[in-house]
């Protein structure tokens, strides 16, 4: 069952490099302040699938990051996100059979800063039942939530997700195509980015998946930024399916635009708990 | 199968739309344009005769579940029954027995389309009249539990299953068919079928008890009263109720949502009216074992030739439903298993899978003999028996109808998917 909910807390990325690139990079993301301040933010890496959490229960998700290879200067008052270990707790309590609402609380550590709260967002979902008969799953997610300034410029944020999924035999496909928005914060009048995320999954075995997440923020809507400056990753990823009471997602992913973390590595783990007496006749 | 002998029966297959309620239509393929189809009552061992009309563009065969039949008019293609051709006809011509409750059904493979095949209006009861009447009762009564609007969908064991939207009995959703009308002090006889193609029932009638008399048409050696049934897909349960609580009554589904998806019919008694009254039962019980005979079983004889069936599941992606194995090996690629006439054998039905598979053998009734951890047992003779998931039952049966006879699964996805196999006669 795929029923976790990724984002990418912001889009743009400011860019890492050697050493005699720096001083070109920091220009260029000074320049882009004007336009554009979405900041590094790989809090939560994840394609969301369709399905939410059912009603009496409770899905618990650490969400654990690590930022290999990235921007190594703080640039415009933001921390840099080189050798960041992101760690984000999960909440999702289900409502009905469907809809639910989640919880983040976001945390970074790093050496010189320590660990640091981040930020919180709330995001409720509704899903298209299933005693419609969609051929696939579809859910609308919706994301509000704030962080630090010292992690992102814009510190007020506002994401809608519309998610589509769909298991074919041994295959898993689903497909997210996010909208943003920034509501405080340097990027406020820039209106809505598009940041859509994609995943192509493989049965091996019943417990052992494997497939590609590929996240992406291509700028503006109507006025995509230029391929070099799109935030642009592609992660290869394990799912392990050995419980339903378990959710298990590895993966390292690399970021091939000038404006990505170039190396990350991401843990997911998850755990259901179930609430209330559970009877037979329900 | 004769083609010219003249017809006692006729059954015309084909498209029907069945309203279970004003707000839902079902289309859906029937038997005379019915659901279930016609109540078929026939004398034991007396020759009978059916003409079978498919107006459907798909080929059909129709089994006759519980009888001792030859194999080319039993109903199942793997034995050598020969299909029906779309707008095609066939005469069904046999000597019906044993007596007791049975039923007639297609046996077509459905796979990936869940409106074909047992999920669809395809089955009606059969009465084969003994030739004394063994029960006491002032009313007699059918009643037939089906799904139907089925959809897979995951489920937490990783492989797909069907899903139904709405559940029926007798065709009609709570509240939209005839009530059962009854009399105080009536004793009416009950013969309820499990006609769904994958999902097991429990049923309760609020206010009253059951007192099982037979299953799966045969009668058990020690009649007792429960509260509630369980039925798996194919199986039967004849029972008396004594209608001695007088008003207005529902009997349903003891679970909430399939009561809520339909599975209900109001009992009234004459003279009474107001709204249903229904019980909520907060578990579910059932064991096969109260009805048992009760004097010490006889202990397993080394004659008794032990035939080990191993059901597992194999799998095939989390988008698609389980291929499924007897001994390792799914149809048409399991073993042909060769039998003795005369000899007796001992089927050990070992469930190695996470789910619970209601098994058949055709053309045969089985005694129950054990199940995993428990004592032997004796006198409930059976043709459809509910293995439950990593358990164990053991069954015996006397091989005494020459002639291919195909075991399996009855739940619908499960047999397409390979959970059958084949004895055959040396």
């Known amino acids: 069952m795929h029923n976790s909910k990724p984002f990418f807390l912001y889009s743009f990325l400011s860019q890492r490099r050697r050493f005699l690139q720096c001083v070109l990079c920091i220009a260029f993301v000074i320049l882009l302040c004007g336009t554009k301040a979405f900041a590094q933010g790989n809090y939560e890496i994840q394609v969301y699938g369709a399905a939410t959490v059912e009603p009496k229960s409770t899905m618990l998700e650490l969400h654990s990051n690590f930022t290999a290879e990235g921007q190594v200067y703080t640039v415009d008052g933001v921390y840099p996100t080189n050798h960041q270990l992101h760690e984000t707790i999960e909440i999702t309590q289900g409502i009905t059979n469907w809809s639910e609402i989640g919880f983040y609380i976001f945390t970074s550590a790093q050496n010189g800063h320590g660990v640091q709260w981040v930020g919180d967002h709330i995001r409720p979902r509704v899903r298209v039942p299933d005693s419609w008969h969609w051929p696939f799953g579809a859910s609308l997610s919706m994301e509000i939530g704030y962080q630090r300034a010292v992690y992102s410029p814009d510190t007020w944020t506002w994401e809608i997700r519309p998610i589509f999924d769909k298991a074919i035999d041994r295959w898993y496909f689903a497909v997210n195509p996010a909208l943003e928005r920034t509501l405080h914060g340097p990027d406020v009048s820039q209106g809505l980015g598009f940041a859509p995320a994609v995943k192509i999954g493989y049965d091996f075995t019943k417990v052992v998946s494997g497939g590609i997440e590929y996240y992406a923020d291509y700028g503006r809507l109507g006025s995509f930024d230029s391929l070099h400056e799109q935030q642009q990753q592609i992660f290869a990823v394990t799912d392990l399916n050995v419980s339903p009471k378990w959710e298990l997602n590895f993966g390292v992913g690399i970021g091939p635009t000038a404006a990505t973390d170039h190396l990350i590595f991401k843990a997911i783990v998850g755990r259901h708990f179930t609430w209330g007496k559970q009877s037979p006749v329900d | ?287 096969y074992l109260d009805f048992a005979a009760v004097d010490p079983a006889p202990s397993f004889e080394s004659s008794v030739t032990e035939i080990p069936l191993v059901f597992e599941s194999k799998f095939a992606g989390h988008g698609a439903m389980d291929r499924w194995t007897i001994n390792g090996k799914s149809f048409p690629d399991t073993d042909v298993v060769t039998l003795h006439r005369g000899q007796r054998y001992r089927l050990l039905f070992k469930n190695r899978s996470t789910n619970d598979h209601p098994v058949h053998l055709h053309r045969h009734i089985f005694e129950l003999r054990r199940f995993s951890g428990l004592p032997e047992t004796h006198g409930i003779f059976k043709d459809t028996v509910l293995v439950e998931s990593g358990k164990q039952v053991d069954v015996e049966f006397t091989a005494n109808d020459p002639g291919l006879t195909l075991f399996h699964c009855h739940q619908q996805n499960h047999m397409d998917e390979g959970f059958m196999m084949l004895f055959r006669y040396a």
């Open chain 2, 1 to 287: 199968m004769g083609a010219l002998t003249k017809a006692d029966y006729s059954l015309d297959i084909a498209p029907y739309s069945l309203e279970v309620s004003p707000h839902h239509v079902i289309r859906t393929i029937a038997y005379n344009g019915q659901v279930p189809g016609p109540l078929l009552r026939f004398q034991e061992d007396r020759l009978v005769t059916v003409a079978v009309a498919n107006h459907t563009d798909n080929n059909e065969v129709v089994h006759w579940h519980g009888l001792f039949l030859p194999s080319d008019v039993d109903g199942a293609t793997e034995e050598g029954t020969p299909p029906i051709p779309p707008r095609g006809q066939a005469h069904y011509t046999f000597r019906p027995r044993p007596s007791g409750f049975r039923w007639y059904h297609t046996h077509t493979f459905a796979g990936g389309d869940l409106k074909k095949g047992l999920y669809t209006g395809q089955f009606g009861f059969l009465l084969i009249e003994p030739r004394e009447n063994r029960a006491r009762y002032d009313q007699e009564v059918f009643l037939a539990l089906h799904d139907w609007k089925a959809s897979l969908l995951g489920n937490p064991d990783g492989s797909m299953d069907p899903v139904y939207e709405v559940s029926t009995i007798n065709g009609r959703m709570l509240g939209h068919g005839e009530p059962l009308r009854v009399k105080t002090g009536q004793r009416v006889l009950l013969h309820i079928l499990n006609s769904s193609a994958t999902e097991v029932h429990w049923i309760t009638l609020a206010g009253h008890q059951f007192r099982v008399i037979g299953l799966d048409g045969n009668p058990v050696p020690q009649p007792k009263s429960v509260s509630m049934l369980r039925l798996s897909p194919a199986e039967r349960v004849s029972t008396l109720v004594e209608m001695n609580n007088p008003g207005v009554w529902t009997m349903g589904e003891v679970r909430k949502h399939i009561m809520a998806a339909g599975m209900g019919i109001v009992v009234e008694y004459a003279n009474n009216n107001g709204k249903p009254r229904w019980q909520q039962p907060e578990s579910l019980e059932w064991n």
